[in-house]
């Protein structure tokens, strides 16, 4: 008995050992996530590679490669994602990709921050002068200091990580640049490849230090598997693009104006109520200039005035041109990636003019129209005199007799003209026989 017991027990242990072979194999396997982002540095990517990040550590994760191409960004949010790599449990590798990209102001920051390097040929790396954001000019005492505050950064984040911290010093001081091969002669990069399968080739067996400890990548038949962005990201991403920003900020001031000239509409004032907190949204992660808001702000009070004060035109001229001066200097100049685009400028200024021009007539319109409603809605209502007027009798007029008052006699039968109302008699004129009252 306990030789069959001994034999079964073989048996079961071989069959459970064989149906553990896949998966012990599929384990072995290592797993590579990566997350890619283009665009510029603010809230979104700083929230798109935390996430990346938890996903990649939840998955037991060899590494997180981040391919990245940006012109730069948020200073606010470079050191959030840059908080996130360096506590991160994993290595994470930045990789400024595709060729044509770069990695640029507040990029050069974060691939310095990163475990590992890479670039691929055809991108550029530099140019990482800190800038006012607000549209203004920055005395020279507080220049100084956040000139200092960002070489201090840059230079611990480059020589933690062992890499050329001159020349990050001189990327913020400078705003020097160089291209993939230059950076990896200078030793800020680590590699630089053609894409990602080789890069997960140069990557196996490299040693890559882990706050105390130094661990070994194995890249070697690695499992990639993407992280994208969520539908909810691409949308906060997208409305970031200031091409999308500045539509929604006009959409939004036409939208209150119109409910205000139009009081009860409702549907103006909600969609212009959204497209501008939405619009504010994005402007938070722009570097927007604040004389460019004033100038269209303007543009769209000298339209409103066009309607409203005879000015031969020259109202709504002033003001087109005061919405498109606006739009150009909207984005602060010293950048030059978040310039709006003509295609975008001349719709939207042509649509704000016709459309406020519209909305604002018709209420302007709406507000001297004759009163229909009411006692005041019966002065120049046409009737019939019902007796004689000499000057006091009776006449019938909006369906009714009522007492009246003529200028003139009016023989009973004759048309009559309501000129005015005191109380519950009216005062009338005698009207053109042609005119009948249905």
Known sequence: MSAIF?????????????????????????????????????????????????????????????????????????????????????????????????????????????????????????????????????????????????????????????????????????????????????????????????????????????????????????????FPMGWRLEALKAISDPNIAYALMTIGMIGLIAEMYNPGAILPGIVGAISLILAFYSLQSLPVNYAGVLLLLLGIVLLILEVTVTSFGLLAIGGVISMILGSLLLMNDEFPYYQISWSVILPVVAMAAGFTFLVVRLGVKALRARTVTGSEGMVGLVGLAKTNLAPDGKIFVHGEIWDAVSVEPVQAGNPIEVTKIDGLKLYVKPAPTHQEDH
């Open 6 to 226: 001994r034999t079964l027990c073989l048996w079961v242990g071989s069959l459970f050992l064989l149906l553990g072979l896949p998966s012990l194999a599929f384990s072995e396997s290592p797993l590579v996530i990566v997350a890619t982002y283009e665009g510029v540095i603010n809230p979104v990517a700083a929230e798109y590679l935390h996430a990346a990040i938890a996903f990649a550590e939840e998955e037991r994760a060899e590494l997180l490669v981040f391919q990245l191409d940006t012109p730069g960004g948020l200073d606010t949010s470079m050191r959030t994602m840059i908080k996130d790599i360096i506590s991160s449990q994993i290595p994470i590798v930045v990789y400024v990709f595709p060729s044509g990209g770069r990695a640029a102001s507040a990029g050069v920051f974060i691939t310095l921050a990163a475990h590992v390097a890479a670039m691929a040929p055809g991108t550029n790396i530099g140019a990482a002068h800190p800038v006012a954001m607000g549209g203004g000019k920055m005395d020279k005492v507080m220049k100084e200091k956040v000139e200092n505050d960002a070489v201090a950064y840059i230079r611990s984040l480059a020589e933690r990580r062992g890499r050329n911290a001159e020349w990050a010093e001189d990327a913020v001081l400078k705003s020097v640049s160089a291209t993939g091969t230059q950076a990896k002669e200078l030793g800020l990069i680590d590699f630089v490849v053609a894409d990602l399968p080789e890069l997960l080739q140069r990557l196996d067996g490299q040693e890559v230090r882990m706050g105390a400890n130094t661990i070994t990548l194995h890249t070697q038949n690695a499992m990639v598997k993407e």
